[in-house]
């Protein structure tokens, strides 16, 4: 389906956000769009007690993405997943997939932090919000 948007949406594996997806929607309104789930995949450590490889987890999670939007997909908006290989950096991978699908925008939730909590951690959603070469939809999670 030829598309008028493409639109990249930051999630969990294990915690895709509806509001995330109604807002997406929302700001899709009436038009085509191709919407691009992207998610990350710690490499494997030493003591991966489950002992599956980083390809099978890959697999877990992009599946995991695809059914949590089952029965959103219509006739104009179309879903899929995307775990770039090569990184778990969040930031890096929702920024390689935005800009190879040369994205109209991104989507990603935000969450109320310390002060503390973001010397020591950091923020994925600033890096990508500074960084993105198209708009950001910032979108607060609770």
């Given at each position: 389906?030829m598309s008028?948007l493409?639109?990249?949406?930051?999630?969990?594996?294990d915690d895709?956000?509806?509001?995330?997806?109604g807002?997406c929607?929302?700001?899709?309104?009436?038009?085509?769009?191709d919407v691009?789930?992207?998610?990350?995949?710690?490499p494997?450590?030493?003591?991966d007690s489950?002992?599956r490889?980083?390809?099978?987890?890959a697999?877990?999670a992009?599946r995991r993405?695809?059914?949590?939007?089952v029965?959103?997909?219509?006739?104009s908006?179309a879903?899929?997943?995307s775990?770039?290989?090569?990184t778990?950096?969040?930031?890096?991978?929702?920024?390689?997939?935005?800009?190879q699908?040369?994205a109209?925008?991104i989507v990603l939730?935000?969450?109320?932090r310390?002060r503390?909590?973001?010397l020591?951690m950091g923020?994925?959603?600033q890096?990508?919000?500074?960084?993105?070469?198209?708009?950001?939809?910032?979108?607060?999670?609770?």
């Amino acid at each position: 389906m030829m598309s008028d948007l493409t639109v990249v949406v930051a999630v969990r594996p294990d915690d895709v956000s509806q509001k995330m997806l109604g807002v997406c929607l929302t700001v899709i309104g009436d038009r085509t769009a191709d919407v691009v789930l992207v998610s990350c995949v710690a490499p494997p450590t030493p003591d991966d007690s489950e002992g599956r490889d980083y390809g099978a987890r890959a697999e877990e999670a992009a599946r995991r993405l695809e059914t949590a939007v089952v029965g959103l997909a219509t006739p104009s908006v179309a879903f899929r997943a995307s775990i770039p290989k090569g990184t778990h950096l969040v930031p890096d991978a929702v920024l390689r997939v935005a800009s190879q699908e040369e994205a109209d925008f991104i989507v990603l939730g935000v969450r109320s932090r310390s002060r503390v909590g973001k010397l020591i951690m950091g923020s994925k959603a600033q890096s990508i919000i500074l960084a993105a070469e198209c708009p950001v939809v910032a979108v607060r999670m609770v």
